[in-house]
């Protein structure tokens, strides 16, 4: 949970990294930035920064903020409905990126998860995403991510995004983020 105080001001340290990547960003768009903290409470560690342009019944464009070292922790797009599970493309804008997917094991991953919650974290092909770099996840795929030392930023394109359906490996996971009326 965080306050009304905390979204303001984590919606402006998006801003920011979004404006290290050169993007422009609207005063409309600013007010629409999601503060996910993945209702772990531990925004730095595990959470995301999220600005939705579109989300069409077939196309999704996002641009995600991610501060040093933080996660997104491990998850997957399964089908919804009969229809297949989100298909993204992660795409480094700035900063640096480590995706983690199903694959052979990173022999020394340059990450790791979040303290107290390792066990939640399976997949460790490590990718490693430099400005201009990018890699498609298909469908059901467990996978998580972690900002390198300065932040990042990552333009996500994909198929119709479903979050709220995302299945986490760490059960304690809420997708929805809550905001409580207190000002610290």
């Not at 995600?64 to 009969?82: D, F, I, K, S, Y």
């Not at 983690?100 to 790791?112: D, L």
């Not at 979040?114 to 092909?125: L, N």
């Amino acid at each position: 949970m965080i306050t009304k105080a905390e979204l303001k001001r984590r919606q402006q340290e998006a801003l920011g990294f979004f404006q290290q990547a050169k993007l422009v960003i609207t005063p409309a768009e600013q007010a629409k930035i999601e503060v996910a903290d993945f209702g772990l409470s531990e925004f730095e560690k595990t959470g995301l920064g999220v600005l939705v342009y579109v989300n069409t019944l077939r196309c999704c464009a996002k641009e995600l903020a991610m501060w040093p070292r933080q996660t997104c922790p491990e998850h997957r797009h399964p089908n919804v409905n009969g229809q297949p599970g989100k298909e993204e493309t992660f795409r480094c804008r700035w900063g640096k990126v480590f995706l983690y997917v199903a694959g052979a094991k990173a022999t020394a991953p340059q990450c790791r998860p979040p303290a107290g919650r390792e066990s939640t974290y399976t997949v460790w092909h490590e990718v490693v995403l430099n400005p201009g770099d990018q890699y498609t996840i298909t469908p059901n795929v467990p996978h998580w991510f972690q900002a390198g030392d300065e932040g990042a930023v990552v333009s996500e394109f994909s198929t119709h995004s479903t979050d709220e359906n995302d299945i986490f490996t760490d059960q304690a996971i809420g997708r929805e983020t809550k905001v409580s009326e207190g000002q610290s």
